[in-house]
């Protein structure tokens, strides 16, 4: 385990269904941030939270919705998904946001494969 | 945007072979990373390289950086089957980060 860890780490869900994502650090890290990653294709970032406010969305479909309530969870809800977003959904999180840049970058969790039928 | 392009996207070696991994970006950068992920597992952090020239070595792998060629290299001496993962070069803009689409390694006995 890295400290940041995912759940659930498979999920299968019909376009209809609602579901989230859930994410947990408890490194003591103030940003936190969901990265998308599709087969064939670069890790795209999707959110960043930082001390629990959103400072980044990358132009993300609203049917993603995320949620940090506190500095050490974060969510993504989902909901009327289409198949193309299955992919694998990793969490990360760093010391601040400025840290990602010049140490070790994040940690990250390892992921919640998503499939959507 | 910055892109940055990994080759070769897949890598198949031999045991006991050397090879070497080439990540390239778009736009200036001082900063950049090198991950490496096993199957279903997280991505691990195995070098940062903060200026030009910086060289990392751990284990079989030594990673390079020239900010001029914008060009980072990832070398693998006398490849093992441990070795075998997908590899990822990460750059910063300064704002964030951008990631290659990875390379896979597998290591043939």
């Known amino acids: 385990e890295t400290g940041v860890t995912q759940t659930p780490r498979h999920l299968v869900m019909g376009m209809t269904n609602k579901k989230s994502l859930k994410c947990e650090q408890h490194l003591g890290h103030n940003a936190m941030y969901w990265y998308k990653q599709s087969a064939k294709k670069p890790l795209e970032l999707m959110f960043v939270?930082?001390?629990?406010?959103?400072?980044e969305n990358n132009s993300v479909p609203s049917r993603f919705s995320p949620e940090c309530p506190n500095s050490s969870h974060l969510f993504l809800h989902l909901h009327t998904l289409q198949p193309e977003d299955s992919a694998l959904y990793l969490c990360a999180s760093s010391q601040d946001p400025r840290d990602r840049l010049r140490s070790y970058g994040y940690t990250f969790g390892s992921g919640t494969r998503l499939t959507v039928v | 945007e910055l892109k940055v392009e990994q080759n070769p996207l897949f890598l198949s070696m031999q045991e006991g072979k050397n090879y070497t991994i080439y990540c390239n970006y778009s736009t200036t950068s001082d900063r950049l990373y090198w991950y490496r992920q096993d199957p279903g597992k997280s991505l691990e952090s195995l070098f940062v390289l903060l200026s030009n020239g910086a060289v990392k070595q751990e284990g079989r792998l030594m990673a390079s950086l020239d900010t001029k060629a914008r060009l980072s290299t990832l070398h693998i001496t006398a490849a093992v089957h441990d070795l075998s993962a997908t590899y990822f070069c990460a750059v910063s803009d300064g704002n964030q980060f951008y990631f290659g689409t990875g390379t896979s390694l597998t290591v043939i006995p």
């Open positions: 939270y930082n001390f629990k406010e959103q400072t």
